[in-house]
């Protein structure tokens, strides 16, 4: 096995992007395009990962860190083109032997598929590739010469002749490259071209002046797909969307709607999962088999138990652990809680900081109290608990097993087991007062209308 050392081109800021937002931190399927690229990479175990970044860019750090903890960085001050990009990583690969793999961080439909493929043309003969594809318009890629199997140079779009314009076998920018050949190259570029940048893209040609054969990879155009502004980030968007859905319906979801459902990248879908239109998945999602997932409803951060049924219009929101069997109902919310086998809150609830026992049943109108302006309080529920309707459980609060409490209760303290709990004013009734009052507002009513 080849060691592998991963450098991800991170720099622009993506000024078409209108955003002060670095451009590799815009979200597709609830993750940045820059951690999709370093997830194709990662699952690849490379030795080491280099991100190139631009100035002031501590929140790209932050989000390199998060999916590759040791990450090491390089700072592109002036840019000069992807190949000073790539120049930057050489002190951080200092006595690194192996092979180098370039990805872009504004490039998040690579698979790590694609790049074994790409890893896989390395060896002897060949100590280099470039990943390449054949495009339905060629327009503003760069071209790839070749010979036979083998890739004599890439011509960028403003360079090309009107021959080489035709190519529709067109660089994708991603390559692999030992290491050695790669520092004994990057010297030799030359921004002697339109841009008057070093193009990472000229290693071809420094290659074969050297008598070095370059190897070809092929994947599907969309796989490489940049982004550059807001509409390719919706359309990058899309695409994510084709293919996850496709995942989850070949892993033995049915969805109902196919394109009104979104999924994040790390959505989990278990077997036998219903999950019916307009259903939206934020990232940190496992749905278990057999779950029901009804129509309107948002999922983040959450677990969901076999056999369990959620929403139509629920909520469940990072921390809420669904048990089996259990039953999130319409205009119910979930938050940092654990909702027992069985259990069932089936309309306009709120459960937040709370656990909830097997079997027990929240009513309609029920809202754990957990949060006093300044702190957030703990609630906890036993099993085959009745909470009746428009219920106000007061954190930090402890209802027993086998509790009921009746409607319209607020209760503000603990509650034995198997107790009744019960907290309302007394009913007062008094006999023909609305026959009486709806008489004295007629006549006022018609005294004002003479006026």
């Keep these: 096995m080849i060691n592998i050392a991963l450098v991800v081109l991170a ?8 955003s002060a937002l670095p451009k590799v931190l815009h979200k597709v399927a609830s993750r940045s395009m820059l951690g999709h690229a370093l997830s194709a990479g990662a699952a690849l175990q490379p030795k080491t990962t280099v991100v190139i970044h631009g100035p002031d860019m501590a929140a790209v750090q932050k989000e390199a860190t998060y999916f590759i903890s040791d990450c090491k960085f390089a700072e592109q ?36 598929e694609s790049l074994k493929l790409l890893l896989a043309k390395i060896d002897a003969e060949h100590p280099m590739a470039v990943l390449g594809f054949e495009a339905a318009n060629p327009t503003g890629y760069g071209r790839l010469i070749t010979s036979g199997s083998n890739i004599l140079a890439i011509r960028e779009e403003l360079d090309t002749s009107p021959d080489e314009k035709r190519i529709n076998l067109c660089n994708s920018g991603i390559i692999a490259i ?10 030799k570029l030359s921004d002697n071209n ?66 009104s459902v979104f999924f994040a990248a790390d959505t989990i879908i278990g077997q036998d999962v219903l999950i019916e239109p307009h259903v939206v998945f934020g990232p940190g999602v496992t749905v278990s088999d057999g779950v029901e997932i009804l129509a309107f ?3 983040e951060g959450a677990t969901i138990g076999a056999g369990a049924r959620i929403g139509p219009y629920a909520r469940l929101r990072p921390g809420a652990e669904i048990g089996a069997c259990a039953h999130i109902g319409n205009f119910v919310e ?34 754990t109290c957990n949060y006093d302006g300044y702190e957030k309080h703990f609630t906890e529920i036993g099993e085959k608990v009745f909470v009746g309707s428009n219920t106000a459980l007061v954190a930090p609060l402890k209802i027993g097993n086998g509790v009921n409490i009746a409607a319209g209760s607020v209760v503000t303290a603990d509650v034995p087991e198997d107790a009744l709990a019960l907290s309302r004013a007394p009913l007062e009734i008094k006999a023909g007062w609305a026959k009486r009052y709806r008489a004295v507002k007629a006549v006022r009513k018609a005294e004002k209308s003479k006026v």
């Design 194 to 259: 339109a841009k008057k940048e070093l193009y990472l893209t000229d290693l071809v040609e420094l290659a074969v002046a050297e008598n070095v054969s370059v190897a070809l990879a092929l994947c599907d155009e969309a796989e490489v797909a940049g982004v550059n502004d807001r509409q390719q980030l919706s359309g990058i968007e899309q695409q994510f969307q084709k293919r996850y859905r496709a995942k989850a319906m070949i892993g033995g979801a049915t969805l109902v709607d196919p394109t």
């Design 77 to 112: 001050k002036e840019r000069r083109g992807t190949g000073h990009a790539v120049s930057m990583a050489q002190e951080a690969l200092q006595g690194f032997k192996g092979v180098v793999l370039v990805l872009y961080g504004d490039v998040p439909l690579i698979q790590t």
């Design 297 to 299: 409803s948002h999922i």
């Design 178 to 187: 030992d290491a050695q050949l790669l520092w004994q190259l990057v010297p």
């Design 11 to 18: 720099a622009g800021m993506g000024t078409r992007m209108k």
């Design 334 to 367: 979930v938050k940092k809680s654990k909702i027992g086998t069985g259990a069932k809150a089936n309309h306009l609830t709120y459960i937040g900081d709370a656990i909830v026992g097997a079997g027990s049943n929240i009513g309609a109108g029920t809202i």
